[in-house]
């Protein structure tokens, strides 16, 4: 089960598209790097590059600022995940963020690996499974830039025109709006 649950933690720690806020309560300044940069020759950002060497800087919070911490840049850090650009299904199960930590850990962890694990398992072992033909077999999504109410507070700071988040967002399947969760590639199989 390790490896199959190592599967689905690298395929959401490569192309997942998680992030959550936080509010700044106390006035700080954190060391922070940029652990993923977009990749000029991928004009969709779906597969980021790791820099050659982190650029350090010292980010100054102050109280109100409101934070997106995304998982997906957290998850290319190679201090925590030697070879971010590499599927390797040796890394520690501890080592994944995506069930939280400390007094945010999800109570709910271990059946979610277990059940996510045995639906991992189903999907990829249907018979001849495969992308919907068409239109229907490609996911709909855009780069997730910063928009009006991100951030919040007195002194509201503009992102640099076009600022790289790496995330994705998705498009309704009724084309009606984004979510952060793909819904919209079909896939067939044969029975």
């Known amino acids: 089960m390790l490896t199959t649950s190592n599967s689905m933690l690298e395929g959401s720690r490569i192309r997942g598209?998680?992030?959550?806020?936080?509010?700044?309560?106390?006035?700080?300044?954190?060391?922070?790097?940029v652990p993923a940069v977009p990749n000029p020759?991928?004009?969709?950002?779906?597969?980021?590059?790791?820099?050659p060497s982190q650029t350090q800087f010292h980010l100054p919070l102050r109280k109100g600022d409101r934070l997106l911490l995304s998982l997906a840049s957290a998850s290319r850090d190679p201090t925590i995940f030697p070879e971010p650009d590499k599927v390797?299904?040796?890394?520690?199960?501890?080592?994944?963020?995506?069930?939280?930590?400390?007094?945010?850990?999800?109570?709910?962890?271990?059946?979610?690996?277990?059940?996510?694990?045995?639906?991992?398992k189903q999907i990829v072992g249907l018979k001849n499974l495969r992308r919907a033909e068409g239109d229907r077999g490609?996911?709909?999504?855009?780069?997730?830039?910063?928009w009006k109410g991100q951030v919040k507070g007195k002194r509201e700071r503009e992102a640099e025109e076009g600022a790289w988040t790496g995330l994705r967002v998705y498009m309704l399947a009724d084309q009606?709006?984004?979510?952060?969760?793909?819904?919209?590639?079909?896939?067939?199989?044969?029975?």
């Not at 520690?92 to 639906?119: D, N, R």
């Not at 996911?139 to 997730?144: L, N, V």
Request: aromatic residues 8%.
């Open 17 to 33: 598209t998680v992030a959550v806020y936080r509010d700044v309560q106390t006035a700080t300044s954190l060391p922070d790097s």
């Open 41 to 51: 020759s991928d004009p969709t950002h779906v597969n980021p590059l790791t820099p």
């Open 88 to 120: 390797r299904l040796d890394r520690p199960i501890s080592s994944y963020i995506h069930f939280g930590s400390g007094p945010h850990k999800c109570a709910g962890m271990e059946l979610s690996i277990v059940a996510q694990t045995a639906l991992f």
């Open 138 to 146: 490609h996911m709909k999504s855009m780069p997730a830039r910063k």
């Open 176 to 191: 009606s709006g984004y979510w952060p969760v793909p819904t919209t590639m079909k896939v067939e199989w044969d029975e």
